[in-house]
């Protein structure tokens, strides 16, 4: 975009981002998985999500101090140990598992993944199963 009146030079100024979040977990969900992309490190990244998701389902994790030593700790993506950093900082965990579930979905979405909803059974069969569930699907 350029702006010009005869009395001055050319202002050339920079594009807006064409991306725009209605909910800060989609925001930043977005960015982790932008970042991945261009470190080449996508995948890895989302297996690290999916080992954080599995803990906060499995231990029930929600405190801020001890996810982010689990993730420093853990051999985690830096762009993971830096999203946990940032979000604790900011003293926002109580949206981590959002934004984690958020990642998950775009991360699908890119790949081409179907995810298959059994709502109707979920409580019947409990995450354990249903996590299994999506493991069959997926494979």
Do not use: W
């Amino acid at each position: 975009m350029q702006f010009s009146s005869p009395n001055t030079t050319s202002l050339k100024l920079k594009q807006p981002s064409p991306i725009f979040h209605d909910k800060p977990v989609t925001g930043y969900a977005g960015a982790i998985i932008d970042v991945a992309q261009i470190t080449n490190t996508l995948h890895s990244v989302q297996r690290d999500v999916q080992r954080l998701l599995k803990l906060e389902s499995d231990d029930g994790i929600i405190d801020g101090s001890t996810v982010r030593k689990v993730v420093e700790q853990g051999n985690f993506e830096r762009h993971v140990v830096g999203l946990v950093k940032m979000l604790t900082k900011k003293k926002k965990m109580g949206i981590i598992g959002e934004v984690l579930e958020e990642f998950e979905r775009i991360y699908d979405e890119l790949c081409g993944t179907q995810v298959v909803l059994v709502s109707s059974e979920r409580e019947r069969l409990g995450k354990k199963k249903c996590l299994g569930l999506r493991k069959l699907c997926t494979n």
